[in-house]
């Protein structure tokens, strides 16, 4: 009955009507961090700083459909001012049947930006700077999502002229007249429901292109 309960709740809260809705929200939730999940983090996504805590952040358990048509189970670090967003925006992907590889936390990558993007996983935080630059990013605070980070990738011009793209091995994809799977564009499913949840798109910036990328200004 209180899980029952629980999810009416979850529903009603991420604008969802749980009369008209799939009962796949089993696979969806938001709690504190657990201890376990504390301890991974130690070292590789967080890193002792003045400027968000343990208890700013949310662990969510997620479901996301392949490019395959298969279902997954994954899980996300995130700060709690989105939280209930990020539930609302991929249970919506989730009944849509929006292809997502896969999502894992960063530190099943050791914080590896590059190699976590080479494997075209999805994530929040970690607290680490801009590429390139020395201010903290927004995933340091848990407010930017990468989306199928392969297909989507970061391309920015050097100082010296040459592009520089992330991960290395997406410049197929920086292409974006082309078609191919996982492509995040202007007005799809994806770019439509982060948008409506008050996120900024990296692939709409001028002086650089950040395709996979979606951050929240509180």
């Known amino acids: 009955m209180r899980a029952a309960l629980l999810t009416t709740v979850l529903f009603w809260l991420c604008g969802i009507n749980p009369a008209q809705s799939q009962d796949f929200s089993a696979g969806f939730s938001i709690q504190e961090i657990p201890d376990s999940i504390w301890q991974k983090m130690q070292g590789k996504t967080y890193q002792p700083?003045?400027?968000?805590?343990?208890?700013?952040?949310r662990y969510l358990k997620l479901m996301h459909w392949?490019?395959?048509?298969?279902?997954?189970?994954?899980?996300?670090?995130?700060n709690r001012l989105i939280a209930q967003k990020l539930i609302r925006i991929f249970m919506e992907l989730y009944r849509?049947?929006?292809?997502?590889?896969?999502?894992r936390l960063a530190d099943d990558y050791d914080a590896d930006d590059e190699r976590q993007m080479r494997d075209n996983n999805t994530s929040c935080f970690c607290y680490r700077?801009?590429?390139?630059?020395?201010?903290?990013?927004?995933?340091?605070?848990?407010?930017?999502?990468?989306i199928n980070t392969?297909?989507?990738?970061?391309?920015?011009?050097?100082?010296?002229?040459?592009q520089i793209v992330e991960p290395a091995t997406a410049i197929p994809y920086c292409d974006r007249s082309k078609d191919f799977k996982f492509k995040i564009v202007k007005g799809d499913l994806c770019h439509k429901l982060f948008l409506q949840n008050g996120f900024i798109w990296g692939g709409s910036w001028?002086?650089?292109?950040?395709?996979?990328?979606?951050?929240?200004?509180?």
């Open 49 to 57: 700083n003045d400027v968000i805590g343990r208890s700013d952040l």
């Open 66 to 78: 392949d490019y395959d048509g298969k279902t997954h189970h994954g899980e996300m670090v995130c």
């Open 96 to 103: 849509q049947h929006y292809p997502i590889q896969r999502i």
């Open 129 to 146: 700077t801009v590429s390139g630059r020395k201010h903290l990013s927004y995933h340091a605070r848990g407010l930017a999502v990468d």
């Open 150 to 162: 392969l297909y989507n990738p970061y391309v920015r011009t050097g100082k010296d002229g040459k």
């Open 206 to 218: 001028r002086t650089m292109k950040d395709y996979q990328h979606f951050e929240y200004h509180p």
